[in-house]
C-alpha cells in the first residue's frame, strides 16, 4: 500500500479533484495548508503588493494499493502542472497496514478498487 500526499495550488484544486474522481481511486481527503518556500517575492495584484513567502496551498492525501499509486501520481502532475514556480510537491510513502474501524479487518483488502 502506499500513501500519496499531494500539495497544490488552490487554484488547481477544483481541476485535480475532477480528475481524480474519474480515475481508479475512491477516496482521498484534503485541507487548506499554509507553507513558506524559498522564493520570496513581492507580486502585485489588482494593485495590492503582497508577498509571497506565505502561500496557501491544498493538501490531498490517498492511500491506495501499490498498482494505483503510479497512475494517481501521473494524474497530479498533469492537472496541477503550471509551469511556474509554486505549482507544488508529492510525497509517496510505504504504508505498513490499514485497518477498517467499523469491521476490525486488516491489510489491503481494506482498500477498495474503483468498480
Known amino acids: 500500500m502506499k500513501k500519496i500526499e499531494a500539495i497544490i495550488r488552490k487554484t488547481k484544486f477544483e481541476d485535480v479533484k475532477e480528475a481524480l ?52 501520481i501521473q494524474v497530479i502532475l498533469k492537472v496541477a502542472h503550471t509551469g511556474e514556480v509554486g505549482d507544488g510537491r508529492i510525497f509517496l510513502s510505504d504504508m505498513t497496514n490499514v485497518y477498517s474501524i467499523r469491521t476490525g479487518e486488516s491489510g489491503d483488502t481494506v482498500l477498495r478498487d474503483k468498480k
Request: negative net charge; hydrophobic residues 35%.
Open 21 to 72: 474522481l474519474h480515475s481508479d481511486i475512491d477516496w482521498f481527503e484534503y485541507h487548506d495548508v499554509h507553507g513558506i518556500g524559498q522564493s520570496r517575492q513581492e507580486r502585485i495584484y489588482r494593485g495590492v503588493q503582497y508577498s509571497t513567502d506565505v502561500i496557501e496551498r491544498v493538501a490531498i492525501t490517498i492511500v491506495c494499493r501499490d498498482h494505483i499509486a503510479e497512475p494517481t
